[in-house]
């Protein structure tokens, strides 16, 4: 069986798709999978790191604005789409995958459109509560739409082509050991870590946020920190830091990258979580079992993140900050109070745990078994 894997831009479309694909590989060995994207998004760095081949197309999305400046971005932006799909269609061509699976993202449309347009079966895998634009545009013709909310059946029109399998979960994730990634990140017995990241971009508001909560935990260093930047704020922060009067050199503790990639380490490790409620993101909290303060990104269609964070915190397995009312000092403020309650994050711990879909993987593996057959 051969499988093209598409999706880019985020982490949040690009590490549900690197899941997927070493599922199927534990389930068939024989399966050849290679990966479609863009040469700029994180997937052009996360894709060949775990082996595997990614095709490059030149792809970007639309700019949501009726002025002039951006109806001619957009004018432009189409040309490339219909170049991009006739890349795309020279590609299948080639190497001739009995399945596509969208990932979502704009770098997933001209492999799935042209996909469809040459009756190769066609999957799509929407993560989030609601669609994006690819899974809107291309759900009608695809073969399987899997999807992680059962509320997303609704604004798919209720096609019954719809099927709900939660988000997968990478393997590394599901079985990562606490006590084992512990001993290799050099934690001693008792001492407390946070994690911390606001996707494989990075959000500029809350990066700005965490110069001051970095400045206020160097005052003490009371607990260990990774902190992942994302590619835009990785230029700028370290500098903000030293401006701050924070010398990182002096703080060990302190781990500051661009992107955390031994995610699974880290988290398993972690004592707590600061992000983002990308739906990927809380699948994987909610395997793990892990206490989290969230602050959802307002910057998406109909404040979907809020309503995935909120979810959580009904269940009592986070503590829900919105970008509008949080400070650095109010961040740390929460996460000191909760490093301090071990009661409090156990029972939080335990509570992301019984939220978990445990089998998603094996429910999509299934259903693209499906998609080929038919």
């Not at 040459?118 to 073969?143: F, Y």
């Not at 110069?211 to 990785?234: W, Y």
């Not at 990104?297 to 909120?310: D, G, I, L, T």
Request: charged share 25%; aromatic share 6%.
């Amino acid at each position: 069986m051969k499988l093209l894997i598409t999706g880019g831009g985020t982490g949040g479309h690009v590490n549900p798709g690197l899941a997927i694909a070493k599922y199927v590989q534990s389930r068939r060995p024989d399966t050849e999978i290679r990966f479609a994207g863009t040469a700029t998004g994180i997937e052009s760095r996360l894709v060949p790191r775990e082996g595997y081949h990614l095709y490059t197309i030149e792809v970007r999305g639309l700019k949501r604005s009726l002025s002039p400046a951006a109806m001619v971005y957009n004018a432009a932006t189409l040309q490339k789409s219909l170049k991009a799909t006739r890349e795309a269609t020279k590609i299948l061509k080639e190497f001739q995958p009995d399945a596509v699976i969208g990932c979502g993202g704009y770098a997933s449309f001209p492999m799935v459109h042209a996909a469809q347009k040459l009756h190769i079966p066609t999957v799509l895998l929407e993560v989030n509560a609601l669609p994006g634009v690819v899974t809107k545009s291309c759900a009608k013709k695809a073969d399987r739409v899997l999807i992680s909310f059962e509320n997303t059946r609704e604004l798919l029109d209720n096609r019954p082509n719809i099927h709900l399998t939660g988000a997968p979960v990478r393997g590394e994730i599901i079985f990562a050991d606490r006590q084992k990634a512990r001993e290799k990140l050099g934690l001693a017995e008792g001492e407390k870590l946070v994690a911390s990241f606001w996707g494989s971009i990075g959000a500029l508001y809350m990066n700005r946020h965490m110069v001051e909560f970095i400045r206020l935990e160097s005052e003490t260093d009371r607990f260990r920190h990774i902190h992942a930047t994302g590619a835009a704020a990785a230029k700028w922060l370290p500098d903000s830091l030293k401006e701050a009067g924070v010398d990182l050199k002096q703080h060990p503790n302190i781990d500051v990258r661009e992107y955390i990639y031994d995610m699974a380490d880290v988290m398993a490790a972690a004592d707590l979580v600061i992000c983002r409620a990308g739906a990927a993101t809380l699948g994987e909290l909610c395997v793990m079992g892990k206490p989290s303060v969230i602050v959802p990104s307002p910057f998406v269609a109909e404040n979907h993140q809020e309503k995935n964070a909120r979810a959580l915190e009904q269940k009592g397995a986070c503590v829900v900050i919105t970008e509008p009312e949080c400070t650095a000092e109010k961040l740390y403020a929460a996460v000191t109070s909760l490093l301090e309650d071990e009661a409090r994050l156990n029972a939080m711990g335990k509570a992301a745990a019984q939220m978990a879909i445990v089998d998603s993987s094996e429910k999509i593996y299934r259903h693209i078994l499906e998609a080929v057959r038919k």
